[in-house]
């Protein structure tokens, strides 16, 4: 499989979470709060490990330096705009954790707190990844020679080892297909 295919199949597992996370934030205002039962827990746990950790250290570990080796700009080019939208996403992260933290501490506010970063979180990616699957990724498919792509490809197993661990990207595809079957069937 070549690099950018990986990334796109981790896309389609980003974009599935965020499917999620969009009808629990839906059952979170019908129903006036989070609830313990429900899986935000596991779902900010695959934005910070999978997405970030993971997915985006193969990017900007890799991905990106390779690009810039091709002449893709980073400053003021796709690269730069990529950076700089992960940066985003892992702010808004942490303002879902701090929000839920608050919640459940009896800050009942911050529950509208939670669903507009989970909300602004749902948007900044399902654009980031239309712009990488659409624009970035097929600049690196026509630049990248077969030893580029086999290196890249390595290397991103690399970091699935060292960065999350042996098995935990399957765990994560588990949880999804749990997560999927109650609130997407």
């Not at 506010?109 to 990724?137: P, W």
């Not at 630049?143 to 042996?166: M, N, P, Y």
Request: hydrophobic share 40%.
């Amino acid at each position: 499989m070549n690099p950018t295919q990986d990334l796109i199949e981790e896309h389609e597992a980003v974009r599935l979470t965020l499917n999620i996370l969009e009808k629990i934030i839906a059952d979170i205002e019908t129903h006036g709060g989070i609830t313990r039962q429900s899986p935000i827990d596991e779902l900010l746990e695959f934005f910070s490990v999978f997405v970030d950790r993971c997915h985006h250290a193969k990017e900007e570990k890799l991905l990106f330096p390779a690009l810039e080796a091709v002449g893709v700009g980073r400053e003021g080019g796709p690269i730069g705009v990529m950076l700089e939208e992960h940066q985003q996403g892992r702010e808004l992260v942490g303002q879902m954790k701090i929000a839920l933290q608050q919640q459940r501490q009896g800050d009942f506010a911050a529950t509208g707190m939670f669903c507009r970063a989970s909300r602004a979180y749902i948007d900044l990616l399902r654009r980031h990844i239309e712009k990488e699957n659409q624009v970035l990724f097929p600049i690196a498919d026509k630049h990248f020679s077969q030893s580029t792509a086999s290196a890249l490809k390595q290397g991103f197993d690399r970091i699935e080892s060292e960065e999350i661990g042996v098995g935990r990207h399957e765990e994560f595809h588990r949880m999804l297909g749990r997560l999927e079957k109650v609130y997407l069937i």
